[in-house]
């Protein structure tokens, strides 16, 4: 299932990853650029216990993307 998730705070972010643990494909949106860059780029801007390691497994597998593009989610 694709799934879009709008805020990649602590809610979204974790939600978002324990969504694409599950098997779905998840595209997570957020209007702050900085952010977004930080997670294709493996860095995980809050502490949650094993969240690095769960984004890290789905990212390698293709199943959770992050994306400022709000457009490229709705699409999603």
């Not at 977004?36 to 780029?41: G, S, T």
Request: net charge negative; with cysteine.
């Amino acid at each position: 299932m694709k799934i879009t998730i709008f805020g990649s705070g602590y809610v979204g972010l974790v939600t978002g990853a324990c969504l694409a643990d599950a098997g779905n494909d998840v595209m997570c949106v957020d209007i702050d650029a900085g952010k977004i860059e930080r997670l294709n780029n493996g860095q995980v801007p809050i502490y949650e216990p094993g969240l690095e390691k769960l984004i890290a497994t789905n990212r390698e597998a293709g199943r959770i993307s992050f994306t400022t593009d709000i457009d490229a989610g709705v699409s999603h």
